[in-house]
């Protein structure tokens, strides 16, 4: 499972248990494989912050699928902090890449805009930066 992508330790027992393994077995082979380098969780969230930020997700939602994954929140935090990434830029490309370069012209559009940002895991404030102020109605 490893040769494939990086995993996080909870995932991998996840995905060990369901093939019938036994918890302590799934332990010690998880223990030796963090002692040997070859589970990570740090490499992990990194490699998987990069891979959905590639995608056009945002710090939201990034983080609520590393919790999913059995990542720490603290950790989550700080590897989506950590990125350097100017997460309102994300939002804007995020936007043109659906939309096109033009700004919605009806409130209408904006929402929908909006909501789809929304739904790729921007906060309000990124969404505004992304959008500008909505227009009249």
Not at 81 to 86: L, S
Not at 98 to 118: K, N, S
Request: aromatic fraction near 6%; charged fraction near 40%; glycine fraction near 8%.
């Amino acid at each position: 499972m490893l040769a494939r992508r990086e995993h996080a330790r909870g995932e991998l027992a996840f995905k060990l248990a369901a093939r019938g393994a036994e918890a302590n077995a799934i332990r010690r082979v998880l223990d030796a494989l963090e002692a040997r380098g070859l589970l990570s969780e740090e490499r992990f969230t990194e490699q998987f912050v990069r891979s959905r930020r590639n995608r056009g997700h945002g710090p939201r939602r990034i983080r609520e699928d590393l919790r999913r994954r059995g990542i720490d929140d603290a950790a989550a935090r700080e590897a989506v902090g950590r990125d350097g990434e100017c997460w309102s830029e994300q939002a804007s490309r995020a936007r043109n890449r659906r939309f096109g370069e033009d700004l919605p012209a009806d409130y209408r559009e904006w929402v929908r805009q909006a909501r789809f940002l929304e739904r790729r895991g921007f906060t309000a404030e990124q969404i505004r930066s992304a959008l500008g102020p909505p227009p009249r109605r």
